[in-house]
């Protein structure tokens, strides 16, 4: 979504946290160096073998059953995050915007397809939570509560 400076308010974004709380599960990390791509906002991630210190992930890929999370929106580094640089990653129990690929009910369990970068009713992707909003059609921005594996 592009923010226009005569509105009122921020339009949510792709990746943002949504009823933010004290204790929102939203962790740091830093972007592995095996990461070949780029990351955006909203991107879901996994875990990589670290021997210390801050986590390191990567984008999930095609052949992954599981996610530990999803990039955080950041204005500054919004669509250039590459290795080496660090994030915040929105965990299980965290509650964030999604572009939604098809309709899908409020309370419905959702997966990430990762093809499209969106979230698509069960079954069609890697599972990573329920839908708080529903969504009428390919592109609505809905939220999201996370359920990830670690």
């Known amino acids: 979504m592009a923010q226009n400076l005569n509105q009122f308010q921020q339009t949510a974004e792709r990746g943002q946290i ?12 830093v972007v592995d160096s095996t990461e070949t791509g780029t990351l955006k906002a909203g991107d879901a991630v996994k875990l990589v073998s670290t021997s210390a210190g801050i986590p390191h992930v990567v984008k999930v890929g095609v052949s992954d059953t599981t996610i ?14 590459v290795k080496g640089d660090r994030i915040e990653i929105a965990i299980t129990g965290a509650f964030i915007y999604q572009v939604a690929s098809d309709a899908i009910s409020s309370g419905a369990a959702v997966d990430y397809a ?15 939570g329920v839908a708080l909003d529903a969504a009428a059609a390919d592109g609505d921005l809905i939220r999201v509560a996370v359920k990830a594996d670690f």
């Open 18 to 29: 949504a009823l933010l709380c004290a204790n929102s599960p939203v962790i740091s990390a």
């Open 68 to 81: 530990t999370g999803f990039v955080v929106f950041n204005p500054v580094k919004n669509d250039g995050i």
């Open 114 to 128: 990762y093809a499209t970068g969106k979230v698509a009713t069960a079954n069609s992707g890697l599972a990573c």
